[in-house]
């Protein structure tokens, strides 16, 4: 049966940022897909962002943003914006230069992007613990 979700549902957001995070995490081990796992982390760091905002009452805004979430944050007061920020300043760009030609590309570190999943991974958790 088919179970319909809702974006004002901060456990949602959760869900698929938990499936995301899986496909992430087998590649990164392979040391495949660099920008994919890159582009697709910030995507999730953005669904996990939105869970907490919308956990703390905030209203739903389209928008891949991270930089402006983390304010969103930041002006309700969360208490995950120090584990937060950091993680989007640094894949802020991630979500557009590794998705699409035009821009520099560095080579792969995957040290630091398995070391950014991680963080990713226990921010989700977090969160999914405040929701459930």
């Known amino acids: 049966m088919l179970r319909k979700t809702d974006s004002n549902n901060p456990a ?12 992430v995490a087998l ?4 040391g495949l897909s660099y920008e994919l796992c890159r582009s697709k982390l910030a ?30 944050l930041d002006s309700l007061k969360s208490d995950l914006l120090p584990q937060i920020k950091p993680l989007c300043t640094r894949l802020a760009e991630a979500y557009f230069a590794d998705r699409y ?12 992007l398995r070391a950014q ?10 969160v999914k613990g405040r929701i459930t």
């Open 101 to 112: 030609p035009g821009f520099d590309s560095l080579p792969p570190d995957w040290p630091a």
């Open 27 to 30: 590649l990164a081990e392979r």
């Open 43 to 72: 995507e999730i760091l953005e669904k996990v962002i939105k869970a907490e905002l919308i956990r703390l009452g905030w209203f739903l805004v389209k928008t891949h943003d991270l930089e402006r979430l983390a304010d969103e």
């Open 12 to 23: 949602d957001w959760i869900s698929f940022a938990e499936s995301d995070l899986e496909g």
């Open 117 to 126: 999943a991680q963080a990713v991974a226990a921010l989700l958790l977090t």
